[in-house]
Nanobody, 120 residues
Framework: QVQVVESGGGLVQAGGSLRLSCAAS????????KGWYRQAPGKQRELVAL???????NYADSVKGRVTISRDNAKNSVYLQMNRPKPEDTAVYYC??????????????WGQGTQVTVSS
């Protein structure tokens, strides 16, 4: 069984900072925690940040310059540092992981999400 668990959400003032963590675990061949998405009320889930196997990163235009994604491969963990958050960053943040089973079979897993609320 694979588990993807996010933590670190909560209420933060605009202009403050927040750090989200995601840890994945399971008895599988490989776990690749890929990045963060978010979903605001009434909106579709959208990409926030991805970190690739070579360490390169991709960010949504709306968060560039304010958000940094990092990873710890030994812990199958990914982190999202949010600086100067804005009220429009309020959403449930989800972590996404790609799991590889034997024979190269892959599957995507999502965490349960962590709520981030930014007050103005």
């Amino acid at each position: 069984q694979v588990q993807v668990v996010e933590s670190g959400g909560g209420l933060v003032q605009a202009g403050g900072s927040l750090r989200l963590s995601c840890a994945a675990s399971g008895s599988v061949f490989r776990i690749n925690v890929k990045g963060w998405y978010r979903q605001a009320p009434g909106k579709q889930r959208e990409l926030v940040a991805l970190i690739n196997n070579d360490g390169s990163t991709n960010y949504a235009d709306s968060v560039k310059g304010r958000v940094t994604i990092s990873r710890d491969n030994a812990k199958n963990s990914v982190y999202l540092q949010m600086n100067r958050p804005k009220p429009e960053d309020t959403a449930v943040y989800y972590c996404n992981a790609e799991v590889t089973y034997g024979l190269g079979v892959k599957s995507n897993y999502w965490g349960q999400g962590t709520q981030v609320t930014v007050s103005s």
